[in-house]
């Protein structure tokens, strides 16, 4: 059945059929002077207290004499229920969502709608500083799992009524609710209609995390073109940018779009710490990035193909370590880099009490002792080690620096340097040639805009970002808030 029945039996006997063999379904049949009546619930969802106060006490302390079901109905939902979150709802697919977010669901025998309220009362996790994106400065709150908080959070920070929140269920059977999130004058209407068109075409069942619909949201790439975070003040950042943001309940973290290459170098600590170190750390950043993805392919290459760039000491020190080892450069940088991944995944999964012994063992099996019976060569272990460090500083890139670190490893020993450095031209085409919601994935780097790279090769003063850009009035979303890309 759809639409509601003005039969408080057929509802009942529909509802039940629904949950069938459910534990947590919750009936509660009431006599409302000549009416009956009945009220849904899901135990652990609802808080049967605000239940109790705000629906079960009034409904019995008054007494209903109006014997049109209609009208007692009005009597109920407008003088005497005291629920703050309350609607109608005309049909039993609403029901059934309301039920399964945390509402309570009352029927009148007679009536054709019911009345759901907002009586959510299940656990949740309190607002905390987010693991994966630690600040020395700022806000110490992140994203949780409850998506009502989330949006408070932004609320709270953006104290502006052209922040807007366009509600949208996701998944065709979990039928979970997100909200896209945008700054009304700053955010392109273009852009916005496109993400709309893209999470229509999402046909998932169920959505468990917001990193789902990235498939939806992003072209086949190794580059990510979708933001993530869980910090509600840089989301806040990105949608001053012109950015929209997506919230899924149940998922801790938040999406946001046109998601640009450049903003993976990019923290909050940037924009509180003085613009010199600032810009130091920024450059730090991508010397690192360099670094992790070409600095062992280089070695193998060098040492394989091209030797003759090496000074004569470094040279020698090389042959003589690579001497003592069974295997080529090529091969024993694969195993090295094999055994750090293995190392590196038993630490993430392992039970945090045996933690330690996977680093012990990790230090023995990839280090000195390694070295001592001849199975590596020191400097192959002092590339991948220093390879691995500078793996960290960039944490938004580990997953692509890692498989293009393998790639070129492999692309060094087969063509050597000449290899690499086809290698890094075609990186550039792919990256320039990529888009990301029609804006540039590698603005402002290219197409190069002078303006635009205040926040790139610098980290200007507030003074200097907070200038607008007539270049950038051009780009889709900018013109009418600050940019910082």
């Not at 550039?428 to 635009?452: N, Q």
Request: net charge negative; charged share 20%; aromatic share 10%.
């Amino acid at each position: 059945m759809d639409n509601i029945s003005a039969s408080l039996s057929e509802n009942e006997a529909y509802l039940c059929g629904q949950f069938q063999n459910a534990i947590d379904f919750m009936k509660r049949r009431l006599r409302l002077g000549p009416h009956d009546a009945a009220l849904f619930g899901l135990d652990g969802l609802i808080s049967k207290q605000h239940v109790s106060i705000g629906v079960l006490i009034p409904l019995l302390t008054e007494k209903i004499t109006e014997p049109d079901s209609e009208k007692a109905m009005e009597t109920l939902r407008d003088s005497i229920l005291g629920a703050v979150d309350q609607a109608e709802v005309h049909t039993m697919g609403e029901v059934v969502e309301r039920m399964m977010n945390g509402f309570a669901v009352f029927f009148l025998d007679g009536c054709a709608y019911a009345l759901a309220f907002g009586t959510q009362g299940f656990e949740k996790r309190g607002v905390s500083e987010p693991e994966s994106e630690v600040m020395q400065r700022g806000s110490r709150e992140g994203f949780v799992e409850t998506f009502m908080t989330n949006v408070s959070l932004l609320r709270r920070r953006l104290k502006t009524t052209s922040l807007k929140f366009e509600k949208i269920t996701l998944g065709e059977e979990s039928r979970t609710p997100a909200a896209i999130c945008y700054l009304e004058g700053t955010a392109d209407p273009g852009i916005l209609e496109e993400l709309k068109e893209r999470l229509k075409v999402c046909n998932l069942k169920d959505l468990l995390a917001s990193g789902y619909l990235t498939g939806y949201l992003d072209r086949p790439s190794i580059f990510d073109s979708v933001g993530v975070t869980e910090r509600p003040d840089t989301l806040c950042g990105k949608l001053h940018e012109g950015r929209i943001g997506i919230l899924v309940d149940g998922s801790p973290t938040a999406l946001y779009v046109p998601y640009l290459f450049v903003e993976n170098f990019q923290t909050m600590d940037d924009y509180s710490n003085r613009p010199f170190y600032a810009a130091f750390i920024r450059w730090l950043k991508y010397a690192a990035f360099f670094l992790a993805i070409f600095l062992p392919g280089l070695y193998v290459g060098i040492a394989a193909h091209n030797p003759e760039l090496l000074p004569d000491t470094l040279l020698m020190k090389v042959a003589y370590a690579e001497m003592q080892t069974p295997f080529p450069v090529v091969v024993e940088a694969i195993l090295l880099y094999f055994m750090y991944e293995l190392m590196r995944e038993a630490g993430l999964r392992v039970p945090k009490p045996l933690s330690g012994s996977v680093s012990i063992v990790g230090g023995l099996v990839i280090g000195e002792t390694a070295v001592s019976a001849g199975l590596v060569s020191a400097p192959s272990l002092v590339v991948i080690a220093l390879t691995v460090i500078t793996g960290y500083v960039v944490p938004k890139l580990y997953e692509q620096m890692a498989v293009l670190r393998l790639v070129f490893i492999m692309v060094g020993g087969i063509w050597g340097v000449w290899g690499i450095l086809a290698g890094l031209t075609f990186l550039l085409f792919s990256i320039c040639g990529k888009t990301s919601f029609r804006v540039p994935f590698f603005a402002p780097v290219a197409p190069f805009r002078f303006f635009g790279m205040r926040d790139v090769a610098i980290r200007a003063g507030w003074k200097r970002l907070a200038a607008k850009d007539d270049l950038v009035q051009s780009m889709p979303g900018a013109g009418k808030e600050e940019k910082r890309f």
